[in-house]
Protein backbone atom coordinates (compact mmCIF):
# COMPACT_ATOMS: atom_id res chain seq x y z
CA UNK A 1 0.00 0.00 0.00
CA UNK A 2 1.22 3.68 -1.19
CA UNK A 3 0.85 6.17 1.42
CA UNK A 4 0.13 9.63 -0.13
CA UNK A 5 0.50 12.96 1.60
CA UNK A 6 -0.93 16.01 -0.22
CA UNK A 7 -0.39 19.98 0.52
CA UNK A 8 0.03 23.16 -0.91
CA UNK A 9 -3.79 23.70 -0.66
CA UNK A 10 -4.92 27.40 0.53
CA UNK A 11 -6.87 30.01 0.35
CA UNK A 12 -6.82 31.89 -3.10
CA UNK A 13 -8.36 34.86 -5.07
CA UNK A 14 -10.51 33.56 -8.01
CA UNK A 15 -7.80 34.40 -10.99
CA UNK A 16 -5.07 32.89 -8.43
CA UNK A 17 -3.23 29.95 -8.74
CA UNK A 18 -2.05 27.13 -6.32
CA UNK A 19 0.41 24.27 -7.23
CA UNK A 20 -0.29 21.49 -4.79
CA UNK A 21 2.06 18.05 -4.30
CA UNK A 22 1.34 14.86 -3.60
CA UNK A 23 4.50 12.72 -1.75
CA UNK A 24 4.32 8.73 -2.29
CA UNK A 25 5.92 6.66 0.26
CA UNK A 26 7.52 4.57 -2.53
CA UNK A 27 8.60 4.88 -6.34
CA UNK A 28 5.78 6.66 -8.20
CA UNK A 29 7.49 5.43 -11.50
CA UNK A 30 5.47 2.16 -12.48
CA UNK A 31 2.22 3.52 -10.96
CA UNK A 32 -0.27 3.94 -13.28
CA UNK A 33 -3.02 5.38 -13.08
CA UNK A 34 -2.03 8.32 -10.68
CA UNK A 35 -4.67 10.86 -10.03
CA UNK A 36 -5.87 13.96 -8.62
CA UNK A 37 -9.50 14.11 -7.59
CA UNK A 38 -11.78 16.52 -6.17
CA UNK A 39 -14.48 16.83 -3.65
CA UNK A 40 -16.59 19.96 -3.43
CA UNK A 41 -18.83 20.29 -0.78
CA UNK A 42 -22.52 17.99 -1.24
CA UNK A 43 -21.02 16.72 -4.33
CA UNK A 44 -19.57 13.61 -5.23
CA UNK A 45 -15.96 12.71 -5.86
CA UNK A 46 -14.48 13.52 -9.23
CA UNK A 47 -11.52 12.66 -11.80
CA UNK A 48 -9.86 15.84 -12.46
CA UNK A 49 -6.59 14.95 -13.74
CA UNK A 50 -4.15 11.49 -14.27
CA UNK A 51 -1.90 9.57 -15.55
CA UNK A 52 -2.39 6.25 -17.40
CA UNK A 53 -0.02 3.81 -18.91
CA UNK A 54 2.65 5.21 -21.41
CA UNK A 55 2.20 8.54 -19.42
CA UNK A 56 -0.87 9.67 -20.79
CA UNK A 57 -2.17 12.92 -19.54
CA UNK A 58 -5.88 13.96 -19.55
CA UNK A 59 -8.15 16.31 -17.81
CA UNK A 60 -11.37 17.19 -16.84
CA UNK A 61 -13.32 19.20 -19.28
CA UNK A 62 -13.80 21.91 -16.46
CA UNK A 63 -9.69 22.42 -15.98
CA UNK A 64 -8.72 21.99 -19.51
CA UNK A 65 -6.19 24.46 -20.05
CA UNK A 66 -6.13 25.64 -16.41
CA UNK A 67 -4.79 22.86 -14.94
CA UNK A 68 -1.37 21.12 -15.62
CA UNK A 69 -0.20 17.81 -13.83
CA UNK A 70 3.05 16.42 -13.86
CA UNK A 71 5.84 13.79 -11.85
CA UNK A 72 8.77 13.84 -10.96
CA UNK A 73 9.70 10.39 -10.16
CA UNK A 74 12.96 11.00 -9.00
CA UNK A 75 11.03 12.83 -6.09
CA UNK A 76 7.94 10.11 -5.66
CA UNK A 77 5.97 13.30 -6.23
CA UNK A 78 2.76 13.68 -8.43
CA UNK A 79 1.96 18.00 -9.02
CA UNK A 80 -0.83 19.83 -9.99
CA UNK A 81 -0.33 23.38 -11.05
CA UNK A 82 -3.86 25.32 -11.10
CA UNK A 83 -3.90 28.77 -12.59
CA UNK A 84 -7.11 30.51 -13.31
CA UNK A 85 -8.54 29.55 -10.31
CA UNK A 86 -12.70 30.04 -10.36
CA UNK A 87 -15.09 29.16 -7.05
CA UNK A 88 -16.44 26.10 -8.27
CA UNK A 89 -12.41 24.62 -8.18
CA UNK A 90 -13.44 25.47 -4.30
CA UNK A 91 -12.82 21.44 -3.22
CA UNK A 92 -10.29 18.93 -1.58
CA UNK A 93 -8.12 17.64 -3.65
CA UNK A 94 -6.79 14.14 -3.21
CA UNK A 95 -4.00 12.14 -5.28
CA UNK A 96 -4.89 8.19 -5.72
CA UNK A 97 -2.31 5.94 -7.04
CA UNK A 98 -3.34 3.02 -8.99
CA UNK A 99 -6.65 3.46 -8.38
CA UNK A 100 -6.62 1.86 -4.57
CA UNK A 101 -4.64 4.22 -2.20
CA UNK A 102 -5.83 7.77 -1.30
CA UNK A 103 -3.90 10.28 0.34
CA UNK A 104 -5.90 12.55 3.09
CA UNK A 105 -6.79 15.15 0.97
CA UNK A 106 -6.04 19.04 0.73
CA UNK A 107 -8.27 22.54 0.84
CA UNK A 108 -8.61 24.26 -1.79
CA UNK A 109 -10.09 27.20 -1.57
CA UNK A 110 -11.23 30.13 -3.68
CA UNK A 111 -13.03 33.60 -2.69
CA UNK A 112 -12.81 36.56 -2.64
Known amino acids: QVQLVESGGGLVQPGGSLKLSCAAS????????LNWYRQAPGKERELVAG???????YYADSVKGRFTISRDNAKNTVYLQMNSLKYEDTAVYYC??????WGQGTQVTVSS
Open 51 to 57: FSSGDHI
Open 26 to 33: ESIASINP
Open 96 to 101: NAAETD
